[in-house]
């Protein structure tokens, strides 16, 4: 039986979670992987106290100091690469090859990123303004953040957070995705055999009991979130009762507009790519495109051609492109969208468009086509393998 991290990391110590938790699911079959517990109220303080105690030390470290915690940190991911890719493709069901070759050594490159940044910081500002004066700039780590992330990339959401955190002093509370746990509690035995206690603190748990409470803690002083708008709002709300900084990374709807005289397969083969990889679970996604109307109905017929053969759902999943949708739920969202937008008359799904049998949460990498700015499907973020086409006339409008 396979054996995994699932203790929360407090301070210097590991322990379990003390009040129910999450089922954590493998998306391509939908079996479950374990029972998780979440960590408690007085867990989440303790957290919060851990992250506080260590600060002090911390943010008096030098840049060089911090510098060289990070590259361990790097060095001490990339030399289990192997083992962190096939839990992330395990716990979100993404091809092994996506999580081994293109999420791993971007995760490395975030953290010696970081390591080479906090030695190279400038002050653009200072110089001299006043006789006989000298302005300056001193910069100095805020204090505890409490980092909440999303599960559609887990481990470099986790890069990308921490990082940018503590290379410049900061401590921080993290709470992964009550989905998508398991690296974030497997890198926690790596930080917490780099860093001094209570630098990082990993807390697993749903957003409404976990999170809201770390957020709104008093210990607290900035708020670190990626997810959707609404999540941001509540971020904002919590944030304001005791003027706590923000960090927001929310949701996205990346456009492409493809003009009259562009190479038609260069464009089909650059949005196969990046329209639907992470099976379109991805801020960036380019899910709508707006395309000239002397190239609209070649492109929606060679895009809908070469859509219908991205690989995924094979037994051999090193053959696969895309993987399923996170969740049941996450599923069934996306093809409500498609089945709204499928209801109006002037829109056509002309590939996919429909849920895959057998097990887990996949969902074919679809095409709409004739879609409108105003409807739903151009407008809100399908987060799925869902492109859509909407053609116009001039270039003023499209960029309207």
């Not at 803690?217 to 941001?232: E, F, Q, Y």
Request: aromatic letters at 6%; proline letters at 4%; hydrophobic letters at 40%.
């Amino acid at each position: 039986m396979t054996q995994f991290d699932t203790q929360l990391l407090i301070g210097d110590a590991f322990e379990a979670g003390q009040d129910p938790g999450e089922q954590v699911l493998n998306p391509r079959t939908g079996a479950l992987i374990l029972d998780l517990p979440e960590a408690s109220t007085a867990q989440v303080d303790r957290a919060v106290m851990a992250a506080r105690g260590a600060f002090d030390a911390w943010s008096r470290t030098t840049p060089a100091e911090r510098s060289a915690a990070l590259h361990r940190i790097a060095d001490r991911i990339e030399a289990e690469a192997d083992a962190f890719a096939a839990l992330e493709a395990l716990n979100c069901g993404k091809p092994i090859n996506a999580a081994r070759y293109d999420e791993i050594p971007a995760v490395v490159d975030c953290f010696r990123f970081f390591a080479g940044a906090v030695r190279c910081q400038t002050g653009t500002v200072a110089g001299e303004y006043l006789a006989g004066h000298t302005s300056m700039i001193r910069r100095e780590a805020i204090g505890g953040v409490a980092s909440v992330a999303t599960w559609n990339y887990p481990l470099m959401m986790m890069a990308w957070k921490l990082a940018p955190a503590i290379s410049g002093g900061n401590t921080v509370v993290f709470k992964p995705s009550e989905q998508t746990p398991l690296t974030a509690l497997k890198l926690a035995r790596v930080l917490a055999d780099v860093l001094p206690a209570g630098v990082v603190n990993v807390v697993p748990g749903r957003g409404q009991t976990v999170g809201n409470h770390l957020i709104n803690h008093p210990g607290i002083d900035m708020i670190s979130l990626t997810g959707d708008v609404a999540t941001g709002k509540k971020m904002l709300d919590a944030a304001a009762r005791t003027v706590k900084r923000t960090h927001l990374e929310l949701g996205g709807k990346a456009p492409v507009i493809v003009f009259d005289d562009a190479d038609i397969s260069e464009v089909v083969e650059g949005l196969r790519a990046f329209g639907y990889y992470n099976a379109g679970q991805d801020c960036t996604s380019a899910c709508r495109i707006y395309a000239g109307k002397k190239v609209y109905e070649n492109l929606v017929a060679d895009l809908s051609a070469a859509v219908s053969g991205i690989q995924l759902g094979n037994d051999d999943d090193t053959t696969n492109e895309i993987g399923p949708l996170i969740s049941q739920r996450q599923r069934d969202r996306v093809a409500s969208f498609v089945n709204r937008a499928r209801e109006l008359g002037h829109v056509s799904v002309t590939t996919g468009g429909e849920i895959m049998g057998g097990g887990g949460f996949y969902y074919r990498p679809t095409v709409i086509a004739g879609a409108r700015q105003e409807d739903e499907i151009v407008r809100r973020e399908v987060f799925g393998p869902v492109v859509s086409v909407t053609p116009f006339s001039e270039v003023d409008q499209a960029v309207a």
